[in-house]
Antibody
Framework: EVQLVESGGDLVQPGGSLRLSCAAS????????MSWVRQAPGKGLEWVSY????????YYADSVKGRFAISKDNAKNSLYLQMNSLRVEDTALYYC??????????????????WGQGTLVTVSS | AVRMTQSPSSFSASTGDRVTITCRAS??????LAWYQQKPGKAPKLLIY???TLQSGVPSRFSGSGSGTDFTLTVSYLQSEDFATYYC?????????FGQGTKVEVK
């Protein structure tokens, strides 16, 4: 059974930093691309970041580019999101997702097939 | 970024109804579209990918169609457990984007 368990969410002041973790089990983590998606309270879903199975390819939403960094440790079956220079608008429930998909013509197409339960990040003074 | 627009934003329906939700992309995304269901306090659940492929374990009353810029999610016979918010999601281009969601409420 696929399990994704996020942790690390907390209350932090604007300008602060936080590191989120996602512990994965039930699938071959080293072969899987992963993503982070967030949801502000009462709002819709916003994709945040993607990392390929081997960590060589990373993408970020414009809203977090330069402030957030995604990484994965295949030896520890863990995904991370380092969040720096946090803003009030980063307040959200952060989900990690296991991605499935395929590559064709030099381009890869990935979507989340399993989601964790999320970890809450609150940025407030 | 590809903008995804869902309609309607919310509506009321009854058990047994056939319901359809529409999603429009701001540019051609071929069939690189997924649909998710989210219930209050829960993580989203994948229903459909590649515009019309049902995820394993998802009831056959759910179906998806469309390609290019216009897509639909249909629930052929609404069940009590289907009252939820539904999101479309394009994975054709980064940054990936979601529709704003469609809430299906009890009439």
């Amino acid at each position: 059974e696929v399990q994704l368990v996020e942790s690390g969410g907390d209350l932090v002041q604007p300008g602060g930093s936080l590191r989120l973790s996602c512990a994965a089990s039930g699938f071959t983590f080293s072969s899987s691309a992963m993503s982070w998606v967030r949801q502000a309270p009462g709002k819709g879903l916003e994709w945040v970041s993607y990392i390929s199975h081997d960590g060589t390819t990373k993408y970020y939403a414009d809203s977090v580019k330069g402030r957030f960094a995604i990484s994965k440790d295949n030896a520890k079956n863990s995904l991370y999101l380092q969040m720096n220079s946090l803003r009030v608008e980063d307040t959200a429930l952060y989900y990690c997702t296991k991605d499935q998909g395929f590559c064709s013509g030099g381009k890869c197409y990935r979507w989340g097939d399993y989601w964790g339960q999320g970890t809450l990040v609150t940025v407030s003074s | 970024a590809v903008r995804m627009t869902q309609s309607p934003s919310s509506f009321s329906a009854s058990t047994g109804d056939r319901v359809t939700i529409t999603c429009r992309a701001s540019q051609d995304i071929s069939s690189y579209l997924a649909w998710y269901q989210q219930k209050p306090g829960k993580a989203p659940k994948l229903l459909i990918y590649a515009a019309s492929t049902l995820q394993s374990g998802v009831p056959s009353r759910f179906s998806g169609s469309g390609s290019g810029t216009d897509f639909t999610l249909t629930v052929s016979y609404l069940q009590s457990e289907d009252f939820a918010t539904y999101y479309c999601h394009q994975y054709y281009n980064y940054p990936l984007t979601f529709g704003q969601g469609t809430k299906v409420e009890v009439k």
